[in-house]
């Protein structure tokens, strides 16, 4: 089988298809199930670019080929990435709503001569998986550092960490760990939730009995967290005053009106707010929420899909059209442009971007809305994260 996909790698690459006028570009990611809402994202931030900036990059126009993976599942999506450019002849790949579906296509990119570009996939280790890995989205351990320092200021010295039981998960904890005891604080618990929790009030108790001033927590974002953040209102943590801290991912934008008052005053740290303050938001909001047809399903994965569309182009537009997986990305090392999140930069040792981490707080606003307002804002952010994954 391995010789029989190498020997159709060859023929793709003698073909002449790698001067095609259309250039295909495979997109994995949740487009039905339970994570349908963040496929539905990734669709709505790549119209939002072809909206704005044409299907069109010099002579070659981008046509873009979808596959569905409903939830975290290595293998198909091994075999829908492997489909994509066998039988589709993409030039490239792009998506990866979850960690290990994208760590489970890494190793074909250079066999296949085709970069990718990690839209959300948030485990530090990814670009280390292939020298053709290029990520747009963000870092549990981007995201989650900036909050050891707000929690600390805020006068706790305990906590406790609740994460999902897989490789972001694990990088949360860490993350949040290593900066918190960096600041003097202590951890007095750490707990990892298998994926599939759906109860939380035991977690709940455990808290209670824990003795921390806050809890730190990260899941990925869809049904669990409205049941996780319901739990914690309705077993009394937040009454008693026990500091809520999360990633982003707690709080997307399409689950407050679910959460309503329930999420209100939630402190989270993310990459991305809808609200956010910029003319190029305001630009991609109007384009994305026309794409995704419910404004309030609009959420943070359409963002990273916009800007690795922007990435997409870049490598079409310094490789001629031509398939050449190395010269692309070495195109965008370093890479900057002002994204609707703010200001970007492709690291060009790690290929994972710099940018802005925001702290956030759930309000609610005049027209009764709820939405993520940005209070602070951690400037030119790395990934920390990049040093643990080498080890």
């Not at 292939?130 to 870092?139: K, W």
């Not at 949360?172 to 604080?185: D, M, V």
């Not at 994926?195 to 806050?214: E, N, V, W, Y």
């Not at 027209?367 to 643990?388: H, R, S, V």
């Amino acid at each position: 089988m391995k010789t029989l996909i190498s020997t159709v790698f060859a023929l793709t690459l003698m073909s002449g298809a790698s001067y095609a006028e259309t250039i295909k570009v495979g997109v994995v990611g949740p487009f039905s199930g339970p994570f349908a809402l963040q496929g539905k994202n990734f669709k709505a931030g790549i119209d939002a670019f072809f909206a704005l900036n044409g299907k069109k990059v010099g002579d070659n126009e981008i046509e873009v080929v979808y596959r569905d993976v409903p939830t975290a599942d290595p293998a198909k999506s091994k075999a829908m990435s492997q489909e994509l450019i066998v039988r589709e002849k993409v030039q490239y790949l792009a998506g990866y709503y979850f960690t290990p579906d994208a760590m489970a296509a890494a190793p074909m990119l250079q066999q296949g001569n085709v970069p990718m570009v990690v839209m959300n996939a948030a485990t530090s280790a990814i670009v280390n998986a292939s020298p053709y890995v290029v990520r747009t989205s963000f870092t549990t351990w981007q995201t989650a550092t900036p909050l050891a320092k707000v929690a600390k200021d805020g006068g706790v010295t305990k906590t406790i960490t609740l994460v999902s039981d897989y490789g972001p998960g694990a990088d949360a904890e860490t993350a949040f760990k290593t900066a918190f005891e960096k600041e003097g604080g202590q951890v007095v618990e750490s707990i990892r939730m298998p994926l599939s929790t759906t109860d939380f009030a035991p977690l709940m108790q455990r808290i209670k009995d824990s003795g921390a001033q806050a809890l730190f927590t990260f899941l990925p974002s869809g049904p669990p967290t409205l049941a996780f953040v319901k739990a914690y209102n309705d077993t009394g943590l937040k009454a008693a005053g026990i500091k809520f801290f999360a990633t982003g991912d707690l709080t997307q934008e399409s689950d407050l009106p679910a959460l309503g008052e329930a999420g209100l005053g939630l402190t989270t740290s993310f990459h991305y707010a809808v609200s956010h303050d910029s003319a190029e938001n305001k630009a991609f909001v109007e384009a994305a929420q026309k794409a995704i047809g419910n404004p309030a399903e609009l959420s943070f994965p359409a963002v990273g899909a916009f800007d690795g569309m922007h990435v997409i182009a870049k490598m079409i537009e310094a490789t001629g059209g031509k398939q050449d997986a190395a010269k692309a990305v070495e195109a965008v090392k370093g890479l900057s442009w002002t994204s609707p999140r703010g200001p970007v930069t492709i690291d060009p040792t790690s290929r994972h971007i710099t940018q802005n981490i925001y702290l956030r707080s759930v309000e609610k606003g005049a027209d009764g809305k709820y939405f993520n307002k940005e209070i602070q804002t951690f400037e030119k952010q790395g990934d920390p994260g990049l040093a643990f994954a080498k080890k």
